[in-house]
């Protein structure tokens, strides 16, 4: 066999990705595998064999909150989804107004940390909830207060998903089965659905996943209902038994990481539905549908605002529920004269390092896997590693950290307790999408650019900062900004790796809760949903500037 | 080897999996001359161009270039230009910057660069294309752009894969007499890959067929056409008829019931071939002018091409096979020519081919 000689450049491109391979596995994998140690390990580290998930599930208590944490999973699932698919063929199958506001609303969501919504419906239904009256004396507090809030933080995550695949049809296929007299209904199951599918799939596992390993609703809507993700926190802060706390981190991976993988499997079998000649669809008025489908956004987007007004109200008013007159004074005495504020500035600061420092990485490793030559061993293993941390629960990935970092004997334990190690399981808390973004843009790009330049004899690393970054500038801002809003809401995969000097706001507003001030916690959330909007509307403006300036190679983008 | 034997290819073979892509390939490109591939997809073609561009490597075989052997440079160690279907171009940078690409990591004086670059840009007629972006341009002028960047460094060795597939009609054979003659003028060698017969025959200085993986012939391209070496060439460069026939000996061959004259007398009595002729070597109604082989036949119809007609035949010969003509359009209007019109066929016994 003739082997080429590995030319300088290709080899420090090889060395590169062997740099982000062992980067991945040393804050992916290290913790990940020291969970399972530790799940066989008893407290004073001897082996126990399985002894440690024989006592869980004899536990009754324990065992409860899996049946709980599933079914509540469930019913969430089983309302988002027909509700997003349903908002979504709104946005592209009818000609009703305003689709653009009905979009940007319902993303919304997306920029507040899970807890602004729990904290909302208790304002709305708690015990001096302003519709308590509603309920008939039922509890928001429980299973119905952690399924509400579950689906108002999964809404736009379903949306975004199921709305991509509905806008991917090719409207080709409508037009043919329009001149072959099909009837609305069967184009709708014979078309549609099918077309549909897969980002359905894809949503629901989504939507699954992050109910089941969401930490933040449970703990301040739940109650006494008890779920896995409280659980873990129970055992870990609580009771400080870690070993316990692995056993249950298992116990949540497990239908996690099941779910992930059946979307993974589903989306390997889709083929590109979307050939370079297919046709986007045009919905053409029916007013009666387009009346209907109005109607519908509307309710659903006047209820995401009321969740996020009432927590916006609340941060504005001087005390819920007696005194209603306008003050700033949680924000004042609430936030900065309680030192709180401070946490804010500890999420502003690590967004930004998670943003910047995350989004170089993700977008170079993706470069180096997909544009350079060689190693296809080590890509295989790049790949898998990149797309391991979405079927990671978030507080699965922060306990295998502390667990990892915290050894005495792990030359790394220097990190534990800094920024530094809130930044790192952020980056790969949230990789995995990142990544297919880099991946997706990366893979829109000539094949033969690479080739090019190695005949000009250009190397690949000026071709990088030359072609393949300002060409991809959109999708590498797209990264930062997606990477950036999470790092401002995250609570999961960083409840366990805080100090005092590194709380964050998110952590921030849990502890406000904890103390009754649902006052200064939901003027948190506010400024959290404020600077996230921030940054997205810079992103908006930066990526427009983008393209009119400095991409004038670009034909114009017309949305 | 030939002293004049600029690249030379030995042994190469290369497999992908279980999949055989080049059988021991040898072949030499001259120096200066303009080599084409020419073969289906799936043929091999362009993993030989991968090979020699070193974008793939092979399994076994050695690459000599200008008397270096190549075999194991990775691509950037090697001396060539490169030009692709997709054209590659830079989107972000302008044609000017595009085409200066290669040339401003060779640290160049600046003042150089801007000159060789407007050299470049007059010699492929884009003049003034320099501040425009790739965006802006068609696709044969993208094309264009492409082969002034390969060409920019004065390589010794020009690679175009399949530069003509993307483009429209017009557009191809426009470009492809411009790459031709700049070429020339330039002497470079160069090595095209395509799966086009008419590019292949108006452009090369030779051809090489190739087929699942290797090398069915190469020659000139009036070689290629006039006498193709096995059957797949004659079937794939241009059209062909085919008549199976039976050897009689002395230069006589039976197809079905009636005895054919071809300049074969070699062929032993009893052995069973195949016959093959070009549609334009058929003479209709011809004035007495052909030698032998005229026989009977009827028009099963006559489809209009344009310069030329294509004139189906039903031979009145049992058991011989249906046989095209290509006909000029005058003579089909002289001849008053018609589906179900019997006409007299003549194949002259120099144009039948004995292959394989």
Known sequence: MTRQRVHWQDRLAQVLLLGCCALLALFLLGPMATILIKSVQDKSGAFVGLMQFRDYFATPALKSSIWNTFWVAIVVTGITIPLAFAYAYALTRSCMRGKITFRVIALTPILAPSLLAAISFIQWFGNQGALKWLLHGASIYGPLGIIVSAIYATFPHALMIVLTSLLLTDGRLYEAAESLRTPTWRKFFTITLPGAKFGLVSATMVVFSYTVSDFGIPKVIGGNFNVLAVDIYKQVIGQQNFNKGAVVGLVLLFPVLVAFIVDWIMQGRQQAQFSARAVPYAPKPAPWFDRTMFLFCLVVALLLLAVLGMAVYTSFIKFWPYDKSMSLRHYQFGLIDAGVFDSYLNSLKMALLVALGGTMFIFGCAYLLEKTRGVPLLKAAVRLLAAVPMGVPGMVLGLGYILFFNDPDNPLNGLYGTLGILVFSTVVHYYTSSHLTAVTALKALDNEFEAVSASLKVPFYKTFFRVTVPVCLPAILDIGRYLFVNAMVTISAVIFLYTPQTRLASIAILRLDEFGEIGPAAAMATLIVATSTAICLVYAVLTRFIVTRTQAWRTPVVL | ?356
């Open chain 2, 1 to 356: 080897m030939t002293d004049d034997s600029y690249l030379r290819l030995a042994g190469i073979h290369k497999s992908f999996g279980k999949f055989e892509a080049l059988k021991d390939i040898a072949l030499e490109v001259r120096r200066g001359e303009l080599m084409v591939f020419l073969g289906p997809s799936g043929c091999g073609k362009t993993t030989l161009l991968r090979i020699i561009a070193g974008l793939e490597t092979q399994d076994t075989g050695t690459i000599h270039q200008d008397g270096r052997d190549i075999s194991r440079l990775p691509p950037i160690q090697r001396d060539y230009g490169i030009v692709f279907q997709s054209y590659a171009l830079f989107p972000n940078l302008t044609i000017r910057a595009n085409v200066a690409y290669g040339l401003v990591n060779r640290r160049q004086a600046r003042g150089a660069i801007a000159k060789r670059v407007a050299e470049l840009l007059n010699l492929i007629g884009l003049p003034d294309a320099g501040p425009k972006y790739p965006g802006q341009l068609s696709g044969g002028q993208q094309q264009r752009i492409a082969l002034a960047r390969a060409l920019a460094s004065a390589p010794g060795l020009l690679l175009l894969d399949e530069p003509l597939s993307a483009l429209d009609a017009l557009e191809r054979v426009r470009l492809r007499g411009e790459i031709r003659a700049l070429q020339q003028r330039l002497g470079v060698t160069t090595v095209m890959v395509t799966h086009d017969q008419e590019e292949a025959l108006s452009m090369a200085d030779r051809i090489v067929v190739m087929c699942t993986g290797h090398i069915e012939q190469v020659g000139t391209p009036r070689q290629v056409y006039e006498a193709p070496a096995t059957p797949f060439v004659a079937d794939f460069v241009g059209k062909i008829n085919v008549l199976p026939a039976v050897a009689e000996g002395g230069g006589q061959f039976r197809v079905g019931e009636v005895s054919l004259a071809v300049a074969r007398p070699d062929i032993v009595a009893g052995t069973f071939v195949n016959l093959y002729l070009r549609p334009e070597e058929i003479a209709l109604n011809a004035a007495g002018g052909v030698n032998g082989n005229t026989l009977g036949a009827r028009i099963a119809k006559v489809e209009f091409l344009g310069a030329f007609c294509m004139v189906g035949l039903t031979l009145d010969a049992k058991g011989a096979p249906a046989l095209v003509a290509n006909v000029p359009r005058h003579d089909v209007d002289s001849g008053r020519m018609a589906a179900g019109q019997a006409v007299r066929v003549s194949l002259p016994p120099d144009a039948l081919r004995v292959l394989g």
